[in-house]
């Protein structure tokens, strides 16, 4: 991750028929986007989504 600051324009309203800077073209273009999923930080928790193999079945515990 850099620190770096980059200035921008005031947003306008004025988008349609301009060309608008993209700001990760180059970590695209490199290779190197970062992404939600691939920060790490200390003592982060994971969780994961569990379907049952079985529709429509009754629940009659929870471990």
């Known amino acids: 991750m850099t620190t770096e600051k980059k200035e921008f324009l005031p947003f306008t309203g004025k988008v349609v028929n301009q060309s608008v800077?993209?700001?990760?073209?180059l970590q695209l273009?490199?290779?190197k986007p970062s992404y939600v999923a691939?920060?790490?930080l200390s003592?982060?928790?994971y969780a994961?989504?569990?379907w049952s193999?079985?529709?429509h079945?009754?629940?009659k515990s929870i471990d």
């Open 21 to 25: 800077e993209k700001v990760d073209s």
């Open 57 to 59: 079945a009754k629940i």
């Open 43 to 45: 003592g982060m928790l």
């Open 38 to 40: 691939d920060m790490h």
């Open 29 to 31: 273009a490199m290779g």
């Open 48 to 50: 994961k989504c569990l």
């Open 53 to 55: 193999p079985h529709a």
